[in-house]
C-alpha cells in the first residue's frame, strides 16, 4: 500500500517557527489530496489545511497568513510552514493523502494518515 512518515515537530516558543513534512513511499500512481490535520488533547481532528494536484489550496481560519502548505510531486512530499506559532497552535498534526496506488495490475484508491508529529508552543 502507502506508508506515510512525518517528521519536524518539537518544543517551540511562540512567535517561532516550525516546518513538518510528510513523505509517502510505496507503489503510488498519483495523488490527488494532500493535507495537515490537528488534534488537540480531548478534541477533535481538525483541517488546517489542504492541497490538491491542480494546486487548490485552503486553510483553516485560524491559521491564515500564518502557515503555508506546499507539495513537491516528484518527491511525494507535502510540507507544511509554521509560522507566528501560538500556545493554541499545541497540538498532535497528522498528514493526510489521497491517492491511487497500484495493486498488481489493477489501480487502488488510497487514504493514508501519518503517525503524527507533537507540536508544542510555549507562551
Known amino acids: 500500500q502507502v506508508q506515510l512518515v512525518e517528521s519536524g515537530g518539537g518544543l517551540v516558543q511562540a512567535g517561532g517557527s516550525l516546518r513538518l513534512s510528510c513523505a509517502a513511499s510505496g507503489s503510488i500512481f498519483s495523488i490527488n489530496a494532500m493535507g495537515w490535520y490537528c488534534q488537540a488533547p480531548g478534541k477533535q481532528r481538525d483541517l488546517v489545511a489542504a492541497?490538491?494536484?491542480?494546486?487548490?489550496?485552503n486553510y483553516a481560519d485560524s491559521v491564515k497568513g500564518r502557515f503555508t502548505i506546499s507539495r513537491d510531486n516528484a518527491k511525494n512530499t507535502v510540507y507544511l510552514q509554521m509560522n507566528s506559532l501560538k500556545p493554541e497552535d499545541t497540538a498532535v498534526y497528522y498528514c493526510n493523502l489521497k491517492g491511487t496506488y497500484y495493486s498488481g495490475t489493477y489501480l487502488r484508491d488510497f487514504a493514508s494518515w501519518g503517525q503524527g508529529t507533537q507540536v508544542t508552543v510555549s507562551s
Open positions: 492541497i490538491t494536484s491542480g494546486g487548490r489550496i
